[in-house]
């Protein structure tokens, strides 16, 4: 198994510490998983998979596009998927930096 070394500031590894039942590397571990998922589900869908998701308005406008403009617009979509992830994530984290100040 590898380490990893990251850094918090001072203030959150106090807190950490004020609970030491927790086992933190486990947290991490355990987030970064679920990310990696939802990362992946996004790289490994195909455009048949995609598709089958979309809302049938949109697939009857997508239908009259050609291959590869099809192609490209399921690119663009899967960047802007990426996109709100890291979204999230800055939301997510903003939230629990908000929280620790309050």
Known sequence: MTNITFSVDDDLR???KEHPEIKWTEILRQSIMTYLRKV???DELSIEDFRKRLD???LSKIEELNEQDEILFFK???K???ERLESLQELENERLERSKEG
Request: no cysteine; proline share 7%.
């Open 14 to 16: 106090k807190k950490m």
């Open 40 to 42: 992946e589900e996004i």
């Open 56 to 58: 049938p308005k949109l």
């Open 76 to 78: 663009k979509v899967k």
């Open 80 to 82: 802007k998927e990426h």
